[in-house]
């Protein structure tokens, strides 16, 4: 069964709406989660690494402040696009940290459409 | 860092095996090799990961090169459903990830 649970699995909103994702670990506590965001034809891009109780970590060139990331519990964290505009559009993946050489747990994405 | 290389894409015809390739030549000793696809607007599903030695399972089969530099993931007999993105993925204790920018496998029927 799915180790990662992620929610929506798609979403429209409005120019200068804010979007709630989340990413649920269902058979494990995980103190680390990361998000990642891909575009059409390319590959998974890793936006931020999210760990339990402490704030996120950002890669470079993406604003904090505009994706804001929330992880409260050993079994939630949530991506936030604030203000979303058009470019924002995009597929939103997160992934939960296992153990080393078990299989990489991913959810199923996030369809975001900003119109 | 490591860095994998796929190519682009690759074309088979149904009961086919699929040979797709990966290099990754600056691997180190403590990576282990990843294989995922992607369907549109899904997220990756696993296929098979190994660390040194060949791996098989029901969905396919993983070989490594001995000197762990490329590897190759084969699917025995292509389906239509197995019509993907395909790609090799590097992980350091499955914390940092090296994504290849994967293999769009078409199948014919």
């Known amino acids: 069964g799915a180790v990662v649970s992620q929610h929506p699995s798609w979403v429209i909103c409005k120019s200068g709406t804010s979007v709630k994702i989340e990413c649920r670990s269902l058979d494990f506590q995980a103190t680390t989660m990361f998000w990642y965001r891909q575009f059409p034809k390319q590959s998974l891009m890793l936006m931020a690494t999210s760990n339990e109780g402490s704030k996120a970590t950002y890669e470079q060139g993406v604003e904090k402040d505009k994706f804001l990331i929330n992880h409260a519990s050993l079994t939630l964290s949530t991506l936030t696009v604030t203000s979303a505009h058009p470019e924002d559009s995009s597929f939103y993946i997160c992934?939960?940290?296992?153990?080393?050489?078990?299989?990489?747990?991913f959810g199923n994405g996030t369809r975001l459409t900003v119109t | 860092d490591a860095k994998t290389t796929q190519p682009n894409s690759m074309e088979s015809n149904e009961e086919e095996p699929v040979h797709l390739p990966c290099n990754h030549s600056?691997?180190?000793?403590?990576?282990?090799i990843h294989w995922y696809r992607q369907l549109p607007s899904q997220g990756p599903e696993y296929v098979i990961h190994g660390l040194t030695s060949n791996v098989n399972n029901r969905m396919a089969s993983l070989a490594i090169a001995e000197d762990r530099k490329s590897s190759t993931l084969i699917l025995h007999r292509a389906t239509l459903r197995d019509a993907a993105v395909y790609y090799c993925?590097?992980?350091?204790?499955?914390?940092?990830?090296?994504f290849g920018t994967g293999t769009r496998l078409q199948v014919f029927p």
């Open positions: 992934r939960v940290l296992a153990q080393g050489g078990s299989p990489l747990h």
């Open positions: 993925i590097l992980s350091y204790n499955t914390d940092k990830l090296i």
């Open positions: 600056t691997i180190s000793g403590t990576d282990y």
